[in-house]
């Protein structure tokens, strides 16, 4: 149903829902790797968006920060970064 504005009712519903009940994680990678990601989670049996909130919530478990909401800088900064934080060299990860 289109409402007088324009839109459609159910996608304005499903918005505000999806606003008020997720938080949105938004990240790049190289070229073929989202692909690749798809393709290996399909595999696995599960949704992408399952599988990197199951790694999430493993981080979460593991440092004890569940319910601590301690992001301080909007869009990353030093304390996302590995080692001392001083560089955000991806070799440093383990992926």
């Known amino acids: 149903m289109t409402r007088k504005d324009g839109r459609n009712a159910r996608t304005v519903a499903n918005n505000k829902y999806n606003k008020k009940?997720?938080?949105?994680?938004i990240t790049r990678v190289k070229k073929g790797i989202r692909a690749d990601f798809n393709a290996a989670c399909k595999l696995e049996g599960i949704s992408a968006a399952d599988y990197l909130t199951r790694c999430i919530m493993e981080l979460i478990r593991k440092h004890g920060t569940e319910g601590t909401e301690t992001e301080t800088t909007p869009g990353g900064g030093a304390e996302n970064t590995p080692g001392n934080g001083s560089d955000n060299n991806i070799e440093e990860w383990d992926i």
């Open 21 to 25: 009940t997720y938080d949105q994680i």
